[in-house]
């Protein structure tokens, strides 16, 4: 592979941002049409904004000079200037209406001459930050593949080790030399508005080789397009790939021998396999790990593979990742006569739906005699509740929990546990490798930890000896269970 | 003027009674505060002392009454002391999991708690790790792990286990299996916490230095983002704290005779900063554990401004009086205008 600098066809380059398709296609209706009204007139006030306009420029009087246009049946009239074409989306803008009149505006007006690829990829990632659940993401460890860990406390691990540093055009460049000979692309990467993510849009349109000239459509087709969502200062990248990555050193060289097919799926991989390469520096190459984690919710996997404090401490242990449990040094009250709520310093902005949320279940370690107020409120709450939930199980539902599922939630949309144990003998797994049918269990929903709480509560599920991946303590989406604890690989 | 209909009326009274409702909550809250500083209050506690040492069998009811939340307060006051004075603490923790079959001990966290002062003399959360004990042959070693922890992930701290702590690694070799490593003589705690801690210590340090540059440059706030309608005269640039308590809520930094329109850390860990002048220049520099900026690039239309990098380099707090300092002999700043710097709100 040491080959692709000398060899320069002259279609290596990556997709230019300002190539054209045409706004007769059909798609891109569809396209702008997920958008809403308002969301469409910001993108368009984006466009013309003064540092952007030179790249988007509309459509304008001069120009249909320049084409002679012979028929004059369009419906919007081209503006002389582009101050002009801003009063017109600013007058849309005032007015009420459907953002199908956007839509045709853009369409065949003032961008008739055809959207940009770039356009596009801020179409889609302003859908993403406005449907951030729209997606499936799978989240990726990055891991160094060489790294050599000296045993002396004396030489210590760069802070920094495994958190590699994006540049963005250096980055995108070493994206574009990895896959250029096999892949034609093109890039957008862009800051989420929302979340501490930056988004790689990343469009495979065929490979290089490929030579009769695609349809427009196959442009807008969004089946190949492949999103990589990097958090800021942590080793996870999200990607909306769903397969598992390939080794580290599997099939590299493996596309050259053979003939390459070209779906989109074969593209998508190789790309996804050039990530970590482009992140990799002269003596520090990364590769991609598993983690067993994918959920639609972007939130989530911030939080679970995320660069913030709850990444290892959840289910039980989310009250030390929301610190729930004590408050400040500084604080004089005891902790047991505060709620976790206010722990968390959240609670003057929303009325919780259940005020007292007591999490004081390992508190009594810490201090035996809780003191009256919270007994009190704890009567006063269960008296409220249509359908008293018993204390004992309140106090151990959270235990289990923490304060996932009802103050802070990562929501998994979706749960798959294979569990190993033979159905009988639960004691023990040394025969495992006897007849043993697999029984996978699959839940799915918005938020799943929060529903097998909710299970708890009612009853259903037993919290002092359901096992500890029904909390969410392991944080991750697809597991394989021994015995009640997860297991890594089924055959360890 | 007509009469307001009743549900005006309703509307009204509802948001009258949620108010007040706020403001016993307050008043609680100030209550429990107050009634627990003067719990834990020295002299209060002195004063008990003497009183019941003068009497020691006369235990009157209020003396029943009282006795325990005073302990607790004094409880609390000594771990909260112990908390500030060593910032490291540990604490046992039981884990609820009824998985864990093997032996009873392994159930049984040691946990460590790590509180870590910030600039305003608050304690921002604490951190948690929590260790767990690995069954281990014979020589009556306790060998331990990390379990739990809310370290977050900029703090490599997999590798510090494996420098620190024995036990690690040889549970952990199976699925490690491309990580060489010699394992260390044995097991040292103390150096995971301090060296845990002086991380966390240096990330806060630059976390404040950045806020504080900010603020001594000085910084308007608005609540919401808005679109298409920015006050092109402000040259500053709007900026999202994505980890303040507030998602929305957007910074800026005010027009300057610096020129300096955005300063603000690149990622979550404040390691890199990234600043941009009103002229097009852009830079950015890192931090190091020391609080030192050992290396600078600023760019401009010309290319490298080296001048100016040799400016940004030295302590990082006395960034501001160093780019003070130069800004006259180089080429005159923007004027700026300073009537047109109300921020729209």
Redesign the interface.
């Given at each position: 592979m040491a080959r692709p600098r000398a060899f320069r066809a002259p279609t290596t380059a990556s997709i230019p941002s300002n190539l054209r398709i045409p706004s007769t296609t059909q798609a891109l209706v569809k396209s702008l049409g997920k958008l809403s009204r308002q969301s469409l007139?910001?993108l368009v006030?984006?466009w013309l904004e003064?540092r952007n306009v030179q790249s988007f420029r509309p459509y304008l009087e001069q120009d249909e000079a320049d084409a002679m246009d012979e028929d004059e049946l369009k419906p919007y009239p081209a503006e002389p200037t582009i101050d002009d074409v801003r009063n017109a989306y600013?007058e849309l803008?005032v007015r009420k209406g459907g953002k199908r009149e956007v839509i045709d505006r853009i369409l065949e007006g003032d961008w008739r001459h055809g959207i940009t690829l770039r356009q596009l990829a801020m179409v889609d990632l302003r859908y993403m930050d406005d449907h951030p659940s729209s997606l499936r993401w799978t989240a990726l460890e990055l891991a160094r593949?060489?790294?050599?860990?000296?045993?002396?406390?004396s030489s210590?691990?760069?802070?920094?080790?495994?958190?590699p540093?994006i540049h963005a055009s250096t980055f995108l460049h070493n994206l574009q030399q990895q896959i250029a000979p096999l892949v034609k692309a093109h890039f957008y990467l862009a800051r989420s508005?929302?979340?501490?993510l930056t988004f790689l849009r990343i469009f495979t349109s065929n490979s290089p080789y490929q030579h009769p000239r695609q349809p427009p459509e196959s442009l807008t087709d969004s089946s190949r397009v492949i999103y990589v969502a990097f958090p800021?200062?942590?080793?996870?990248i999200y990607t909306s790939i769903a397969s598992s990555p390939s080794g580290?050193k599997s099939n590299n060289t493996a596309p050259t021998t053979q003939a390459l097919p070209t779906d989109a799926r074969t593209l998508q991989r190789i790309v996804r396999d050039a990530v970590p390469k482009a992140l990799s520096l002269p003596q520090q190459r990364y590769t991609l790990k598993a983690t067993s984690l994918t959920a639609k919710n972007l939130e989530a996997l911030l939080k679970l593979r995320?660069?913030?404090?709850?990444?290892?401490?959840n289910g039980?242990?989310s009250i030390?990742?929301?610190?729930v449990l004590?408050g400040?040094?500084?604080?004089?009250?005891?902790?047991n006569?505060?709620t976790p709520e206010?722990h968390m310093?959240?609670?003057?902005s929303l009325p919780s739906p259940d005020p007292d949320k007591e999490n004081r279940a390992?508190d009594q370690?810490?201090?035996p005699?809780p003191?009256q107020?919270t007994k009190k409120q704890r009567r006063q709450a269960s008296n409220k509740d249509a359908p008293p939930i018993p204390k004992k199980r309140k106090t151990?539902i959270n235990?289990?929990f923490g304060t996932s599922g009802s103050l802070s939630t990562a929501p998994l949309d979706r749960l798959d546990v294979r569990l190993l144990d033979p159905p009988k003998g639960k004691?023990d797994g040394d025969n495992a490798d006897l007849v043993t049918p697999a029984v996978s269990l699959t839940f799915s929903g918005s938020d799943v930890i929060s529903g097998i709480r909710k299970l708890a509560e009612v009853g259903i599920v037993d919290p002092?000896?359901?096992?500890?991946w029904m909390t969410g303590?392991e944080a991750v989406s697809v597991a394989l269970v021994r015995?009640?604890?997860r297991v890594?690989?089924e055959d360890? | 003027m007509d009469s307001p209909t009743p549900a005006q009326l309703e509307e009204e009274l509802d948001s009258d009674i949620a108010s007040i409702r706020r403001e016993l909550r307050a008043l609680k809250r100030r209550k429990t505060l107050l009634a627990s500083s003067l719990l834990s209050s020295s002299t209060l506690q002195s004063h008990l002392r003497r009183q019941s040492a003068s009497r020691p069998l006369a235990l009157t009811s209020l003396d029943a009454d009282v006795s325990p939340l005073v302990q607790s307060a004094n409880a609390h006051t000594h771990t909260n002391h112990h908390r500030i004075a060593f910032s490291a603490t540990a604490f046992p923790f039981q884990d609820p999991n009824p998985s864990i079959t093997t032996s009873k001990s392994s159930r049984n966290l040691l946990g460590i708690r790590l509180d870590i002062c910030a600039r305003n003399g608050c304690f921002p959360k604490p951190h948690y790790i929590l260790l767990r004990h690995v069954p281990s042959k014979g020589e009556g070693k306790r060998l331990l792990r990390i379990h739990r922890h809310t370290i977050p992930p900029f703090v490599p701290l997999d590798q510090l286990e494996r420098v620190y702590l024995a036990a690690s690694f040889t549970t952990r070799s199976d699925h490690d299996a491309p990580v060489k490593h010699v394992p260390p003589a044995r097991q040292d705690l103390r150096g995971l916490v301090r060296e845990v801690r002086a991380q966390l210590v240096a990330w806060q340090l630059r976390l404040d230095a950045i806020a504080m540059l900010r603020e001594q440059i000085g910084i308007v706030r608005r609540d919401a983002p808005e679109y298409g309608d920015d006050d092109s005269d402000a040259q500053g640039v709007w900026e999202r704290d994505v980890w303040c308590e507030d998602g929305a809520a957007m910074t800026r930094l005010v027009d300057n005779e610096l020129g300096i329109v955005s300063l603000s850390p690149t990622a979550r860990d404040a390691t890199y900063v990234r600043m941009a002048w009103a002229d097009g220049r852009v830079g950015r520099f890192k931090i190091s554990s020391r609080g030192m900026i050992d290396r600078a690039v600023v760019i401009g239309d010309q290319g490298r401004d080296k001048a100016m990098e040799c400016v940004l380099t030295g302590r990082v707090e006395e960034l501001l009086e160093r780019v003070r300092g130069f800004t006259p002999t180089s080429t005159s700043p923007p004027t700026p205008s300073s009537s047109t710097t109300i921020s729209s709100r």
């Open positions: 007139l910001d006030f984006e003064d600013q803008q593949i060489d790294a050599t860990i000296r045993g002396d406390a210590l691990p760069d802070v920094s080790a495994c958190i540093r508005r929302a979340l501490p800021d200062s942590c080793p996870f580290p995320g660069p913030g404090r709850s990444n290892q401490a039980t242990f030390f990742a929301d610190a004590e400040s040094p500084l604080d004089p009250r005891p902790s006569t505060v206010e310093h959240q609670t003057s390992r370690q810490d201090d005699t003191t107020p151990a235990a289990r004691d002092e000896r359901m096992p500890s303590e015995g009640g604890n890594l690989k360890g | -």
